[in-house]
């Protein structure tokens, strides 16, 4: 069966500092990957995917995320954190080799202190 | 830009009572998703519509939840009777393609249920 872990329930980093919200992922065949970010009483708002190719994935507001095959992780990355970015983040992962349906991870809430 | 639409926003409830939330996808997107979040938890898979037809309904409680979406558009998901453990965001997602794992979901901003 498919599963997503992010280990860390919160991560704080200071404005301006680089940040990286941990993800991994277990799966029987290729994943495809998504991050989504969602605010207060919002909707989760997709950033990025992996489907294949380029391991480094760009996606909105200055996110990226690297895919690794050999430790299963897609972790998200941004080099300069804004206050802004404060927010709860999901990581999913869905087999490509099965028709699952895609599964999300429990959640990451960062918060970036000004 | 276009987006999902969900109503209510919010719903307060008495436990028996029935409920209903609405969602309207984006236009011409084929696939339509219910998710229950739990506070704390991240969005769990209730049912999955293609165009009209469920493709997934594995975990939609079935004794109490009802989904449907007649027209291949717009859709409507029940619960009745409402219980204290459902008390979650419903959030509603579409997306463009049918049965494609590599499209993306459009969340809409959800339906806030309490059951009192």
């Known amino acids: 069966a498919q599963s997503v872990a992010q280990p860390e329930d919160q991560v704080n980093v200071a404005e301006g500092n680089p940040l990286t919200v941990k993800c991994t992922y277990s799966?029987?065949?290729?994943?495809?990957l998504f991050w989504y970010v969602q605010y207060p009483n919002r909707g989760l708002q997709f950033l990025l995917k992996?489907?294949?190719?380029?391991?480094l994935v760009k996606g909105s507001y200055g996110f990226e995320a690297e895919f690794n095959k050999s430790q299963t992780s897609f972790h998200l990355k941004k080099p300069s954190a804004l206050v802004s970015d404060s927010a709860l983040y999901f990581c999913?992962?869905?087999?490509?080799?099965?028709?699952?349906?895609?599964?999300f991870g429990k959640g990451t809430r960062l918060h970036i202190l000004p | 830009e276009a987006e999902v639409a969900q109503s209510p926003r919010y719903k307060i409830t008495e436990k028996s009572q029935a409920v209903a939330f609405w969602c309207d996808p984006i236009?011409?997107?084929?696939?339509l998703y219910w998710y229950r979040q739990i506070l704390g938890q991240g969005p769990e898979l209730l049912v999955q519509?293609?165009?009209?037809?469920?493709?997934?309904d594995s975990q939609l409680p079935k004794d109490r939840f009802s989904a449907e979406r007649l027209k291949g558009v717009d859709s409507t998901l029940k619960i009745q009777p409402a219980e204290l453990g459902d008390s979650a965001m419903y959030l509603c997602?579409?997306?463009?393609?049918?049965?494609?794992?590599?499209?993306?979901?459009?969340f809409g901003p959800g339906t806030r249920l309490t059951v009192l």
């Open positions: 997602a579409s997306s463009l393609l049918a049965g494609a794992g590599t499209d993306t979901q459009y």
């Open positions: 799966v029987s065949g290729n994943p495809y």
């Open positions: 992996y489907i294949t190719g380029d391991n």
């Open positions: 999913a992962v869905r087999d490509m080799n099965r028709d699952d349906k895609i599964i």
């Open positions: 236009s011409g997107h084929a696939t």
């Open positions: 519509f293609q165009d009209e037809s469920v493709v997934d």
